[in-house]
């Protein structure tokens, strides 16, 4: 499909690749509201609970070169693909790991670490994805306007994360945290019937 020549599928495409953006803006801030209470509840200190949040962190700084460079070997499509199943595999797992521990069951420190660790290196390819889609798509004049609407939809998410854990937190802590995963998947159907690649496979090494 040439997205130059169909403006409106271009804006759809644009459309769910900015809501992926900011779906996993949602789930980290999300977390961040409702992780501490919970982790206090299972016994973890307030460095653990920093530690779990952090070690996220930096597994997505470590891989984001990595990623950057698997966009323009595979393309944008793939990635950004890749990306949103991991947002729905990893939190999904991440808050069955809550539940167990909400049971009372043994999950300490190192189970909560890896599983958000496994997020931060399973998701970190959608922002480049997106950049890399948007550059594709827009002449010089627009690409400004465009890279800034990837920071808007962080921007968005973050804002809309603890509202979202506001309201739905009275039907129990984690349904949050369940809803990310669904919509992730929901993303990832959307993106997969209709985000093109426009990377020109003679482009991609």
Do not use: C
Request: charged letters at 10%; proline letters at 4%.
């Amino acid at each position: 499909m040439d997205i130059h020549s169909q403006p409106q599928s271009a804006g759809m495409a644009r459309a769910v690749l900015l809501a992926g953006l900011a779906l996993m803006a949602i789930g980290q801030s999300v977390l961040f509201a409702i992780f501490g209470p919970l982790g206090r509840d299972m016994g973890l200190s307030e460095v653990m609970i920093g530690g779990v949040i952090s070690l996220s962190a930096i597994a997505v700084v470590l891989s984001s070169p990595w990623w950057g460079r698997r966009v323009d070997h595979v393309g944008r499509r793939p990635v950004f693909l890749q990306a949103m199943a991991g947002l729905a595999v990893t939190t999904l797992i991440f808050t069955l790991a809550l539940q167990v521990g909400q049971a009372k069951w043994i999950m300490g420190f190192g189970a909560f670490a890896l599983a958000r660790v496994t997020y931060g290196l399973s998701v970190t390819g959608a922002q480049p994805a997106v950049a890399g889609w948007v550059a594709d798509i827009t002449t010089e004049e627009e690409r400004t306007g465009g890279m800034a609407m990837i920071g808007a939809a962080y921007g968005i998410g973050t804002i809309l994360g603890p509202v979202l854990a506001w309201l739905l937190t009275g039907f129990g802590l984690l349904v949050p945290l369940y809803l990310v995963a669904g919509l992730a998947v929901v993303v990832f159907v959307l993106a997969w019937q209709i985000v093109p690649e426009t990377r020109q496979q003679n482009e991609i090494p």
